[in-house]
């Protein structure tokens, strides 16, 4: 669980001693190749912090920057994720300007700039593993609760269940609930939440690792999301807050 604010993170680069002989100098091969020759110095695997990091993500011609929430310098976008990550940029920015941000909220390493490129002006980049969420409005640096389970939420009619580790409240148009709601627990398809409403009775929120897409924005979460209350079921999307488990989720 990452609670703590994104840290700039060391890199350190192997240094290569080079020799050299004399004019007229040799060494013979067996020698210089033997068992007891030294072997070549070979550079350091880079240092990888992984962070669940929320951000702007700037792109336009040569530039793929992202900006984290929590402040500092900019990383350059790159990992294995970058071509979902820029095709959903496409997908989700206007296109009415040059240079457009949209909201990333990623599970990433943070290493070096890349070697060659545009990147290389930056102190770092930014590697992405996994999407939490990707959206061009709705969200944005303020909206994450450090005490935030788990947030589903749906369109036609409007719905939304925030729970935290103090509440959980659902929300419609004509009412907002309280409700006691347990822990996020696996469960054989997905994942689980169990609960109670004062009226309805119980209320089951189930969570499928299956990329969900807002009907009406585009925007982007992991997670796709059925409640059932009161023998209604709501179907929409759905992501886990920073007190829920990104390395499971």
Known sequence: MNRGSVGRVAWFAAVALVSGSCAGDSVPQDEAEGPGAAAPAEAEAPVLSRVRITGGLLVGENIQEFQPCAGGPAYWLDGPLTPDVLELHAELAPGVEPFETIFLDVVADLGPPPAVGPGTTYEGSVLVQRLRRAAFEGWGCDDMAADLVVEASGTEPFWQLRITEADAVFTTPESRVALDMG??????????????????????????????????????????????????VYEGCAFVGLSGDPDAL
Do not use: I, K, W
């Open 183 to 232: 822990e996020l627990r696996s469960d054989f398809e997905g994942f689980l939440v169990q609960g109670s409403d004062p009226e309805m009775g119980n209320v089951f929120l189930y969570l499928t690792e299956d990329p969900c897409r807002n009907a009406m924005s585009g925007a982007l979460t992991h997670l796709t999301a059925r409640l059932e209350r009161g023998g209604r």
